[in-house]
């Protein structure tokens, strides 16, 4: 009761967006300064802020793709943020639905793409009001979502870099944040106190390393100094977004980067800490710099090589190879049966990371048909074709031949090649109708097709004695992995 009385007294301390902002005003990089032209943007988004803007409606490019193109890269996609909210952009586009649970955003269809339309958003109450901020002890953001200012949303953005609008009336850059001098600077840094930022949502570490590695940018200070501090929060994020950054990872087929990132920045450790309790080079401050030297660190790798730009990629492959080590250990420690070493061994990483069952049951499979590869009998033809026609066969024989390629196994190797070999000989009807390696590869298959041949790289490190045979034993390899891959598509016929 008395606390209450005090509190009606008391005045709240209370901080403002603008100091959290570097540039309240938000300054303006006009086209006089900066490279970006209205001709370099996708021209659909460019249509929808050109209508929202006819309807009174504020709009703006913003984030990544700002960011990208500022640092001469091809952007993934165009987000566009505007004043209307979801209903009000619904009246203005027939071709939209509205997503979202947590904050609604709004999906505009195009031929072949969609392009997202979210509405401004406020920043967290903690931010600007230091006495709750005090009495909460826990900040970390449940939900994200009450719609806010252009300078609101700026400031309740994860980097500094990643909250540039861009102004297709005027082709104007607006920066609230410094981050136009951060890119130019290739500074990747936190918008406000870094700790809170990262308290609030611990995936922001994640984005930070995988952000800086990807585009070259030095992690700030501050920023890096809080992801060390902050580094257990990443116990109470959300798994299933955990996951999503982790499947976007592995897609840039720089993931082997990314994760030494991760190693240098104390993170692996916290992340993969069941991974890394196997080998001490995982851990600590040469975590980074022994990344390479690791099992996960070679494999990867290899896989990121292997899988360039596969789009129709599956990530049971990647998670096959970070588990790797766990598995192996297990089946060499313990007798009993195969498939309940490997549950076993799984568990307890996968119920931490909430990896969804099936994807679990995935992982299994490919652990226990390891052995079938060493089985190379010609003789057994239809067998050796049901294995083939297995919707996991392809991940499976992706880790088996990874794996004989890091521990330099010429046995298993040679057994690969048997593989790669035999699927020459395609066997007459698919075996299994509707059989899909995924679905993602028949949807897809003519953008597929004039992959295939540049998408499954060369082994790096076969027969190291001899450069010549190696050379031959890459080009062979080469021509039966596409083989295969073809193989493998008849069955999804
Ligand atoms: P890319 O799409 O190339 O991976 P991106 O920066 O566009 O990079 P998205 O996940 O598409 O990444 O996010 C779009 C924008 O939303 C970001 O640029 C950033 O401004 C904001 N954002 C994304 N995640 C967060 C987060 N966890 N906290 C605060 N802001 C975020
Ligand atoms: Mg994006």
Redesign the pocket.
């Known amino acids: 009761m008395i606390k209450f009385i005090m509190n009606l007294f008391q005045k709240k301390k209370q901080v403002t967006v603008d100091e959290i902002l570097k540039h309240p005003d938000g300054k303006r990089y006009y086209k006089e300064i900066h490279n970006l032209r209205k001709s370099m943007m996708d021209e659909d988004a460019l249509k929808i802020i050109h209508r929202l803007n006819r309807f009174g409606h504020k709009s703006y490019l913003?984030?990544?793709c700002i960011?990208?193109m500022l640092l001469d890269r091809k952007p993934?996609?165009f987000?566009v943020v505007t004043t209307a909210t979801p209903n009000q952009i619904k009246n203005v586009f027939n071709n939209c639905r509205i997503i979202g649970k947590r904050f609604k955003i709004v999906h505009i269809l195009f031929k072949g793409k969609v392009i997202e339309v979210s509405t401004f958003r406020s920043l967290p109450e903690h931010r600007t009001n230091q006495e709750l901020l005090e009495e909460k002890k826990e900040i970390l953001l449940k939900r994200d979502n009450k719609y806010g200012t252009p300078i609101e949303d700026a400031a309740?953005?994860?980097f500094t870099v990643?909250?540039l609008y861009y102004d297709p009336r005027n082709e104007s850059i607006i920066d609230y944040v410094g981050g136009y001098e951060d890119i130019k600077n290739r500074i990747l840094r936190v918008i406000g106190d870094p700790s809170i930022s990262f308290k609030e949502?611990p995936?922001?570490m994640l984005?930070a390393v995988k952000i800086s590695v990807l585009l070259g940018l030095t992690i700030e200070k501050k920023t890096k100094e809080a992801i060390y501090q902050n580094r257990a929060e990443l116990a109470k994020a959300s798994p299933s977004r955990m996951l999503e950054e982790y499947n976007?990872i592995f897609r840039t087929w720089e993931s082997a980067k990314i994760f030494k990132g991760l190693a240098e920045n104390y993170l692996f450790e916290i992340l993969f800490k069941e991974v890394a309790e196997l080998d001490k080079n995982y851990k600590g401050q040469n975590a980074g710099k022994y990344f390479y030297e690791t099992k996960v660190g070679k494999l990867l790798q290899i896989a990121d090589r292997k899988l360039k730009e596969r789009e129709e990629l599956t990530s049971s492959i990647f998670y096959v190879l970070l588990f790797s080590d766990i598995v192996e250990r297990k089946i060499k420690s313990e007798s009993g049966k195969l498939i309940q070493i490997i549950k076993s061994a799984l568990e307890p990483i996968c119920s931490r990371m909430e990896i969804p069952r099936r994807e679990k049951t995935r992982l299994v499979k490919i652990y226990a048909s390891q052995p079938r590869f060493l089985k190379t009998n010609e003789k057994n033809k239809s067998q050796n074709d049901i294995f083939r026609s297995k919707d996991y066969f392809y991940d499976a024989f992706l880790y088996f031949k990874i794996l004989a390629e890091v521990e330099q196994n010429e046995a298993a190797l040679q057994s690969a090649f048997f593989w790669e070999i035999s699927a020459r000989i395609r066997p007459s009807k698919p075996l299994h109708k509707g059989n899909s390696l995924n679905a993602k590869i028949s949807k897809n298959s003519s953008r597929k097709k004039s992959k295939h041949k540049e998408v499954l790289n060369p082994p790096s490190n076969t027969n190291p004695k001899n450069k010549e045979e190696k050379i031959d034993q890459t080009k062979i390899q080469d021509i039966a992995d596409s083989n295969l891959r073809n193989t493998i598509e008849e069955f999804d016929v």
């Open positions: 913003v984030g990544g960011r990208d993934k996609d987000d309740r953005r994860d990643n909250a949502d995936v922001r984005r976007k």
